[in-house]
């Protein structure tokens, strides 16, 4: 049987990973993500986007009541996904309040973006 132990500095646990998740909503045009929106999640958070344009016709939706955060890169590709769009626009709810200060503070004028807050 083994002795109790302390758990020395080099037993720690490791840090998790921040984890994305996407998904697309069930009742109507968009996705619903969870998690955080991180250069560690980047890859799935742009996927996701671009699967979104691909679908998009008039209006589509991102439910981000579930992100913790989500960083400038993120921001980026939420608006360069928007801007790329032929018509239309995107409805962003309930976003991290990270997310409607970096869209203003780097696009003021993207109308094409609305945010209904938290």
């Known amino acids: 049987m083994d002795a109790p132990h302390a758990v020395g500095e080099s037993e720690r ?16 045009p968009g996705v619903r993500a969870s998690g955080e929106i991180t250069a560690v999640t980047r890859s799935p958070w742009e996927d996701a986007l671009a699967e979104l344009a691909r679908r998009h016709t008039n209006v589509s939706y991102v439910e981000l009541s579930d992100v913790a955060y989500i960083d400038v890169s993120g921001a980026t590709a939420l608006a360069a996904t928007v801007m790329s769009l032929s018509a239309g626009r995107v409805v ?27």
Do not use: C, G, Y
């Open 13 to 28: 646990a490791l840090p998790v990973p921040a984890e994305l998740v996407v998904s697309p909503l069930p009742d109507r």
């Open 92 to 118: 962003v709810e309930h976003p991290p309040s990270s997310l409607p200060r970096v869209l203003e503070m780097f696009w003021p004028n993207l109308n094409r973006i609305e945010v209904t807050p938290r």
